[in-house]
């Protein structure tokens, strides 16, 4: 069997959106499934519309959702002398002839078709004029007048296109520029691509590049055309749906993995499974089960996902994902002990890294910032002593874990004849600046014990001078 070799090939117009993503998904999996290559191609043959910054933003979400290509990037824009090479090769053949009609004379052409009831298209006058090359002549693909051209998909299932329906159409226009369908072609051709999985809003080409093949007597590559992503309301994907770039995901605290695996889910299906890892993704994925009808966005749903994800990782791991909302935050933290601990208490509650490093943010204070209801509900006077206690006690510690702390408290209680809930929220209070924090023992555990007794000192200071106002 030959290596499968498959393609994402964008336009850098703009940035990777979902539907883009997606696509680049399936292709990766594709071939890392079956030990195959992936390859990055750039098809930025619109000068007027491609950008630097739109190839380094897709380029940067690419290597962020962890899809890394074995070729590539490749670029259209310095790929034009192969192009011509292969449309002299179809002159040559006479599969491809010039033309030197007018756009204006074309649709005039176009309005006599439809004026006799046939579709509007070019009636093929220069096809047996054997004109050369001039300074307004294109070049175009002598279709088949009869037949047709039969798109055997893998996802769609066959699809007839009528040859007679097709005209000739251009390959390269007057300025000598190739066309999209025969850039692609090439492209395909000469990297050696034989699988082609893409949105089928590309259907339409098929059967054209599909004549391109047949005219350089090329073997067709395996096609697959994956419906369209669809919004909640099943109207087409758009901004208010989630339809942002993939960039903005990993800024609102998505974790590269449970993209790549709700992204999956919306076209292919492994059973009722929903949570899947990276390399079980490339173990199962499939062409068989990718999916007919339109998959639907739901926010909810990959929210869900990724506070799954974020419980199923380890704290080292999420800890390379975190420094970068932590730095947003103005926190300078490193994946060290300290962090992983941090990440521990908060694992479980999180359902993106922003919310988990907004959390954070209490553990990496030099000075703990009071909440003004809370400190004055719960940091008065009569709390002092027990605090007090709570310092000694943690200060004369040699062993510092959470079945010692919890002794502590539970002196501290007997010898109170308080109920924890009444210890607790102060202490909480005390530590975090709030009354919402991870478990009491896990976050003094998570903080140390230096820093614990540091900032329980520190609140019964602020009681103190409150007291002498």
């Not at 204006?104 to 078709?113: F, K, L, S």
Request: hydrophobic share 40%; aromatic share 8%; glycine share 6%.
């Amino acid at each position: 069997m030959d290596t499968i070799i498959t393609r994402f090939p964008p336009s850098p117009t703009g940035y990777l959106h979902i539907g883009g993503a997606r696509t680049a998904l399936f292709n990766w999996l594709y071939a890392r499934k079956n030990k195959g290559k992936f390859v990055l191609r750039i098809e930025d043959t619109d000068a007027a519309r491609s950008t630097k910054e739109s190839v380094d933003a897709i380029l940067e979400s690419l290597e962020w959702l962890g899809l890394t290509w074995d070729e590539g990037p490749y670029f259209q824009s310095l790929r034009y002398a192969i192009y011509a090479e292969y449309i002299e090769k179809l002159i040559e053949s006479g599969s491809a002839y010039y033309c030197s009609c007018t756009p204006d004379q074309v649709n005039v052409m176009r309005e006599e078709a439809k004026a006799r009831g046939l579709k509007p298209m070019y009636n093929g006058n220069c096809r047996q004029k054997n004109l050369k090359k001039g300074t307004n002549t294109v070049v175009r693909l002598k279709t088949p007048d009869t037949g047709v051209t039969i798109v055997k998909d893998i996802v769609k299932g066959a699809t007839a296109f009528q040859n007679a329906e097709m005209d000739d159409f251009i390959i390269q226009r007057s300025d000598g520029t190739p066309m999209y369908n025969l850039a692609v072609v090439v492209d395909d051709l000469t990297m050696g691509i034989n699988t082609i999985i893409r949105g089928d809003d590309h259907l339409i080409n098929t059967p054209k590049q599909m004549l391109i093949y047949q005219a350089l007597d090329a073997e067709m590559p395996v096609f697959g055309h994956v419906p369209m992503v669809l919004g909640s309301d099943k109207s087409r994907l758009s901004k208010r749906h989630g339809a942002m770039s993939v960039g903005e995901y990993k800024d609102m605290g998505f974790l590269p993995d449970a993209m790549i695996n709700y992204l999956v889910r919306l076209g292919w299906s492994h059973g009722d499974q929903e949570f899947f890892e990276r390399d079980e993704l490339i173990e199962k994925f499939d062409l068989e089960h990718l999916g007919r009808s339109a998959s639907m966005f739901d926010i909810d749903k990959l929210i869900a996902l990724n506070s799954k994800h974020i419980q199923s990782k380890s704290p080292e791991k999420l800890a390379g994902h975190l420094l970068f909302h932590l730095n947003s935050l103005g926190i300078n933290a490193e994946n060290d002990s300290f962090t992983q601990g941090v990440i521990k208490t908060l694992q479980p509650r999180s359902k993106t890294l922003v919310e988990m490093a907004e959390n954070a943010a209490f553990y990496y204070q030099d000075k703990v910032q009071f909440d003004e209801t809370a400190a004055k509900k719960f940091l008065t006077a009569d709390i002092v002593d027990v605090l007090q206690k709570a310092v000694d006690d943690i200060n004369a510690l040699e062993v510092y874990t959470q079945e010692t702390l919890e002794d502590i408290f539970k002196k501290i209680m007997a010898e109170t004849k308080l109920k924890f809930g009444k210890i607790a929220q102060p202490l909480r209070v005390a530590i975090t600046g709030t009354t919402i924090s991870p478990g009491i023992f896990e976050m003094l555990l998570a903080l140390g014990k230096d820093k614990t007794v540091l900032r329980i000192k520190s609140a019964i200071q602020v009681i103190q001078d409150q007291d002498k106002e």
